[in-house]
T-cell receptor, first 111, second 114 residues
């Protein structure tokens, strides 16, 4: 059965810390891996990863995919209170199949 | 550029009824995806439409259906509503530009089934 696992499920850090969020998957017919940030509203798309070893960056956020070991990490450097959110990882399968979401990592950044 | 809009924002229905939700994507986006979010099951993918064709489908019963119009607007229909259908229904529009991919979510429709 296809599954997406995220760890940790919950994390509390201080402003300025660097955090690494993990996403591992067991999915047939992998197409891409997506990261989202969700505060108390609809999710915000962060990254789509399709190739191993190519880092995607957006400001203080970066992400990389390892298709051999079947995982991805999302790094956030110099965290700010505005980074507090649930970070969701999802795996998209090839055409005419489905998208599977992980449970999310709840990140709290305290001043 | 206007964002993704969903109507209605809130809806209360009774078991057994049916409901239609609407999503207007960002101008130029031809792909629309629908998701269901509940506290118990988290975020789950329903289906994706591209150029009026269903391109991707999640594991939901046939009571959940959708369609997309030529202007890329999409509707989602749920028939014979059950209490468990109470959820936040999100739609997202996206565009794949080859070297980059963009996806934007609408604010969601909060459906309560009583």
């Amino acid at each position: 059965e296809d599954k997406v696992v995220q760890s940790p499920l919950s994390l509390v850090v201080h402003e300025g810390d660097t955090v690494t969020l993990n996403c591992s998957y067991e999915v047939t017919n992998f197409r891409s891996l997506l990261w989202y940030k969700q505060e108390k509203k609809a999710p915000t798309f962060l990254f789509m990863l399709t190739s191993s070893g190519i880092e995607k960056k957006s400001g203080r956020l970066s992400s990389i995919l390892d298709k051999k070991e079947l995982f991805s990490i999302l790094n956030i450097t110099a965290t700010q209170t505005g980074d507090s959110a649930v970070y969701l990882c999802a795996v998209e399968k090839t055409s005419y199949d489905k998208v599977i979401f992980g449970p999310g990592t709840s990140l709290s950044v305290i001043p | 550029k206007a964002g993704v809009t969903q109507t209605p924002r809130y809806l209360i229905k009774t078991r057994g009824q049916q409901v239609t939700l609407s999503c207007s994507p960002i101008s130029g986006h031809r792909s629309v995806s629908w998701y269901q979010q509940t506290p118990g099951q988290g975020l789950q993918f329903l289906f994706e439409y591209f150029s009026e064709t269903q391109r991707n489908k999640g594991n939901f019963p046939g009571r959940f259906s959708g369609r997309q119009f030529s202007n890329s607007r999409s509707e989602m229909n749920v028939s014979t509503l059950e209490l468990g259908d109470s959820a936040l229904y999100l739609c997202a529009s996206s565009v794949d530009l080859g070297r980059s991919y963009e996806q934007y979510f609408g604010p969601g429709t909060r459906l309560t089934v009583t």
